[in-house]
């Protein structure tokens, strides 16, 4: 007999296979692979995809940026001359996205891929000059980057906070762990804040979604 969770779990794989793998996946998961990083789930990527088409993205900021499916994702769905900049301490992450992107023909008059660290490089960009602010970092560093990315969205932007369920142990009261504890903080940062609307999705492992009043 099927129980509640098998039935949720089922319908949550259901939705994770709606959209078709396409190259795109295939090759942002090898190069995962080579930079030794985990690629956001195909459900993920056709979210981010749909939320940049719904909002008409044309200026977009990704901070963490894995293999590069996250920013992929999010150009397919973009104005047609939409800008990625990409923000990741680790080099080859860095140089992962640049080889995605490439070969999937997108300009490089099109995207600014930047090394370095997200909290020295955020205060430089401009305030209210962005669309869409995706943020894929560990737990305890994404709080601190919800207030700059707050920072940068005009009104009417999106803020996309991936992992927002940290490996789903955020629904689990007695897990205590630091990154689960940080998503929590953040849930509630955005779910308090009156300059915004939010909804959670249990796509991947959570995308939690904020749009700026």
Known sequence: MSTPEKTKYASW???EEHSVPDELVERA???AANVGTDPIS?????ALTTLAAACRARSMVGIGLGAGLAGAALLRGAAADAVFTGI???ADCVSATRQLLGSLGVASSR???ITGKATEVLPRLTPEGYDLVFIDAAGESAVDYLSHGLRLL???GTLILNDALDGDRVPKPAVREASTQAMRRAEA???EDDAVVTA???TGTGVLVAVKR
């Not at 195909?42 to 056709?46: C, P, V």
């Open 200 to 202: 959670m999705f249990s």
């Open 111 to 113: 995207t600014r891929l």
């Open 29 to 31: 998961r090898v190069l």
């Open 88 to 90: 990741d301490a680790d």
């Open 189 to 191: 940062l955005l779910r």
């Open 42 to 46: 195909d459900g993920t990527a056709a």
């Open 154 to 156: 005009h009104p009417g």
């Open 13 to 15: 794989a259901y939705a």
